[in-house]
């Protein structure tokens, strides 16, 4: 292990002629983007690097621009982002001669949040009577740390009525509060300003559930039919119907109580401290006691927003993209029950609509791996999923909606919904919380695996949608308490809760969330180191290639640059390059999962779209080399005698940061370039009203299935310089932000 390796390679780059800063540039590059990475015995720790990088003897002599630049900032906020390793004398002098350069750190390394770390106590410890910005810093952190532990105690206080509840018994505190407070606001389209909104409050739900799995007993996550019933009878049968038993108004109200400290907690941390430490749009400033925040880019925030509207309008897009499926296929609609059609043709198209995005956007293959080593029809396992949300909404929600109105009381409503469900022959279960055993959950999906091949569906294709779909609670409590750090899924994310031989799903969550954002992100967010997700990446660039090809590009995918000279050794394998009409697109693509915060998306711009950039900034003149000495490339790109226009792209499949530029090259969602190639930006606009409540006509009509004049991108047809003024000008989503 070579302990010096950033300053043999600061010294190498010196001799070639760089100047400092370019060369300690190079160094913190490397550090950043995890070099050296080592194999078997030799293999680097992220600890190793760290120790190599900070010793070395070239930081001890860089004037205050070089640390000013984004790379040593960056370096440094790794530093101060981790608490077991030391280098104070690093703090003092960055401080020293660059304090804003520590400032900028100290805030994007999340300390503000961990202020009993030693990185912040090397901060906190200097003198700072020669340095207002740092002095500044730590009277801000000090007001961050005071409102911090006002909301967390006051989250432990709450939590004290309910610590001898089991998860259960909070499951159906939830479930009250979700059909008091948050089904009817969904299904009226209303808000009520005292109570949190939906996605606020299943965070916290969340987080509750969290901390009740790691201090519960482990008996509290094996369920028989006795415990639940026990349950029951003592926390949602006397709300429900008369009962011996008085209902337990405290427990519901501590529970209402925790939700709104937790909310209160949750906000502050997110939009307080996680703002403070990723969002470089605003500012805050201290005013006495207080900090405020004040807006220091005004276009980044509106383009954060605009993002957020990308996202909703891609929904609907691959909903109609999923309607168009479903009507071109006669035997999957064959297999809609005539039951409750117009729902389950719903859940249908969105099913194929994420599906097809899946696919296209994200290289899924039609099976899936579960954690369980079982492998599932990944359709299948959408379908399952939307006709589940399509049998909730149809036998839970409109029922309930309609008692809502009759009774004026949610927990009335309630009481008729569940006796409407006993009442019925087979006794069907309309509790605000539902649980089987596995072979009743497999029996009742099994009709939804069928296939020319099983007609009746299979039994260990249904066994292996309940893999996907399954969170071992026992197994999470277990991780919980040992504080171990694997990624943990949300509840959406796998929505039936195993508890022992039973498992528990809540009609109301799967009645109203997003599906397929959910199934994304168990896919590439817990699965994002599955042994397929190299193959899924592959896939990703061949059908974009494909595409191309579609539209006339002669395509190379995975172009390895031979490397003739030192100046292309370290360009890389470029995933794909498109030519036509005197045109050569270089694309750099990056496939993740959906960011929830400005956390995760501030982590995203500063990790992979960063290095994207840097690859391009390599890739590029490499590319522009080897078209003219690689032949063979030439031919496969169909270039003549005249040298082309050549033009890089970072396409991801996130949407945040999009239309920015790394290291000068644009960023663009893969999901934009899509529909460019696609031309059916239309259906990013609702064309038939299905958003905006109007009725639905015809899929199959003739407006829809063919894009009219004012709606193309391309009214002169289609060119590759046109196909670069889209991108550029972002003019997919035209008339739809």
């Known amino acids: ?138 009277r801000v952190f000090h007001i961050f740390r005071e409102a911090h532990q006002v909301r967390q105690e006051e989250v432990e206080r709450l939590r004290k009525p309910l610590s001898e509840l089991a998860p259960l018994d909070l499951l159906i505190y939830a479930s009250l509060f979700a059909f008091e407070h948050q089904i009817p606001d969904l299904v009226y389209g209303r808000s ?42 003592q926390h949602l049968i006397p709300f429900l119907f008369p009962s011996g038993e008085r209902p337990r108004h405290d427990c519901y109200q501590a529970f209402l109580e925790l939700l709104g400290a937790q909310v209160e907690l949750n906000a502050f941390e997110d939009r307080s401290a996680d703002a403070f430490s990723c969002d470089d749009s605003i500012r805050f400033e201290r005013n006495g006691d207080s900090v405020e925040i004040v807006e220091a880019d005004a276009d980044a925030r509106t383009a954060w927003r605009r993002d957020g ?11 109609y993209r999923g309607m168009d499926a479903v009507m071109a296929d006669p035997d999957l609609l064959a297999r809609v029950s005539p039951a409750h ?113 099983h007609p009746s569906g299979s039994a260990r ?65 817990l699965g994002a180191r599955r042994n397929e997700a190299k193959e899924e990446t592959r896939r990703i660039e061949e059908r974009l290639g494909a595409l191309f090809r579609e539209r006339g590009f002669h395509v190379v995918v995975g172009y390895e640059i031979p490397a003739l000279g030192t100046e292309d050794a370290n360009a890389g394998e470029i995933d794909l390059i498109c030519a036509r009409d005197g045109h050569v697109f270089v694309l750099e693509l990056k496939s993740t999962y959906q960011r929830r915060s400005v956390k995760e998306a501030w982590a995203h711009r500063t990790s992979t779209l960063r290095k994207a950039g840097l690859q391009l900034s390599r890739k590029v003149p490499a590319v522009q080399r080897a078209l003219g000495r690689d032949m063979e490339l030439t031919a496969a790109l169909g270039l003549v005698d005249s040298p082309p226009t050549v033009t890089a792209w970072i396409v991801d499949t996130s949407i945040e940061w999009d239309h920015q530029l790394f290291r000068g090259f644009l960023k663009v969602s893969l999901e934009e370039v899509l529909i460019a190639l696609r031309d059916d930006r239309r259906l990013l606009n609702d064309p038939h009203g299905l958003f905006a409540g109007h009725a639905t006509p015809d899929p199959g009509a003739e407006e829809h299935a063919e894009p009219g004049t004012d709606n193309t991108l391309y009214p002169d047809g289609f060119s590759a310089g046109r196909f670069f003024e889209v991108i550029q000008t972002a003019a997919v989503w035209t008339g739809s932000l």
């Open 1 to 138: 292990m070579n302990e010096h390796y950033y300053e043999t390679l600061f010294s190498a780059a010196r001799e070639k002629g760089l100047t400092i800063s370019a060369a300690a540039d190079e160094a913190a590059i490397a550090f950043l983007d995890g070099k050296p990475a080592g194999q078997g015995r030799h293999k680097w720790s992220g600890g190793d690097r760290q120790a190599a990088f900070w010793n070395s003897e070239f930081l001890n002599d860089l004037p205050a621009d070089v640390w000013r630049q984004e790379p040593l900032g960056l370096s440094l906020t790794r530093y101060l982002g981790q608490d077991r390793l030391a280098f104070p004398e690093i703090v003092a002098q960055v401080a020293k001669i660059a304090p804003d350069v520590l400032v900028w750190a100290a805030r994007h390394s999340g300390l503000v949040m961990r202020q009993d770390s030693p990185r912040w106590l090397e901060i906190s410890g200097l003198d700072t009577s020669q340095h207002e910005a740092i002095a500044e810093l730590k």
């Open 192 to 233: 009520q300003p005292e109570m949190p909104d939906a996605r606020e409050a299943w965070d916290a739900i969340d987080d509750i559930l969290a901390w009740k799995l790691s201090n519960c007993d482990p008996s509290d996550v094996q369920l028989t039919e006795m415990s639940i019933a026990s349950s029951m009878r």
């Open 309 to 319: 509207k990308k996202f909703d309008l891609l929904h609907q897009y691959w909903l």
């Open 341 to 453: 059609l117009e729902a389950n043709l719903q859940a249908l198209a969105k099913a194929k609509g994420t599906w097809l995005r899946l696919q296209e956007v994200y290289g899924m293959a039609e099976q899936v791996r579960t954690d369980a080593g079982s492998s599932a029809a990944l359709f299948h396992v959408l379908m399952a999923t939307e006709l589940m949300t399509a049998f909730f909404i149809e036998d839970y929600l409109r029922p309930y909606q309609q008692y809502l109105s009759e009774t004026g009381n949610s927990f009335l409503a309630l009481g008729r919904l569940a006796f409407g469900g006993l009442l019925q022959p087979d006794m069907q279960n309309r509790f605000p919380l539902t649980w089987s055993d596995r072979a009743a959950k497999v029996d009742r999906i099994k009709p939804w695996t069928a296939t020319a091949e």
């Open 461 to 525: 294709s249904a066994e292996a949608i309940l893999d996907f779909m399954t969170c071992d609670w026992a197994a999470m409590a277990k991780q919980l308490r040992e504080s171990d750090a694997t990624l943990r899924p949300r509840w959406q994310e796998r929505p039936l809760f195993k508890m022992g031989r039973l498992s528990l799903q809540l009609p109301w969550m799967m009645a109203v969330q997003n599906n397929s954002a959910a199934v994304i992100n168990n896919l590439r967010r």
